[in-house]
T-cell receptor
């Protein structure tokens, strides 16, 4: 079992560029999440999904879009990157009411 | 709405000393509680969880936490820390929804 994997591990973008972060899980979990982590801010939920084909907004959704076309994958998109989106992004998955399993993170820098 | 307060942003401690990391939450309903650890440049890893039953929960690496409903607290303890315990620790609460609310984290700094 690979658990939760994230692609890519690192990325540098210029302001205005777009990119997609891929999250994959092999635990057959219904729930998947995208967080961003910034110093002193803890983890903040961007978007989440409670099942294939569903998505919902979290605490800080502006500037991001997501899709869950397959149960095992959850994509996070930045249509027009801004320096404020420089962060470490974590994906997680879980079964209901249970612990979330986290990926290793993607470190994104927007210049 | 649920919220989580980790009262200390940093806790410095000497090796082999005991440590307590504090976590308080605000909720009027039954909750599920979690502690996660994050080592440098890694994702979060579950230390322990409280879903129901005994209020004293034991986790990995010798950590334990006690759920106190009247004080709405879930403090994390270890009787003797090691250098390798240096990491950031996050408390999280679930009110029965599909999302967790995380505290801002406590950095545990263990020195020799």
């Amino acid at each position: 079992n690979a658990g939760v994997t994230q692609t890519p591990k690192f990325r540098v973008l210029k302001t205005g560029q777009s990119m997609t972060l891929l999250c994959a899980q092999d635990m057959n979990h219904e729930y998947m999440y995208w967080y961003r982590q910034d110093p002193g801010m803890g983890l903040r939920l961007i978007h989440y999904s409670v099942g294939e084909g569903t998505t919902a907004k979290g605490e800080v959704p502006d500037g991001y879009n997501v899709s869950r076309l397959k149960k095992q994958n959850f994509l996070l998109g930045l249509e027009s990157a801004a320096p404020s989106q420089t962060s470490v992004y974590f994906c997680a998955s879980s079964a209901l009411y249970n612990e979330q399993f986290f990926g290793p993170g993607t470190r994104l820098t927007v210049l | 709405a649920q919220s989580v307060t980790q009262l200390d942003s940093q806790v410095p401690v000497f090796e082999e000393a005991p440590v307590e990391l504090r976590c308080n939450y605000s909720s009027s309903v039954s909750v599920y509680l979690f502690w996660y650890v994050q080592y440098p440049n890694q994702g979060l890893q579950l230390l322990l969880k409280y879903l129901s039953g005994s209020t004293l929960v034991k986790g990995i690496n010798g950590f334990e936490a006690e759920f106190n409903k009247s004080q709405t607290s879930f403090h994390l303890r270890k009787p003797s820390v090691h250098i390798s315990d240096t990491a950031e620790y996050f408390c999280a609460v679930n009110e029965g929804y599909s999302t967790l609310t995380f505290g801002k984290g406590t950095m545990l700094l263990v020195s020799p």
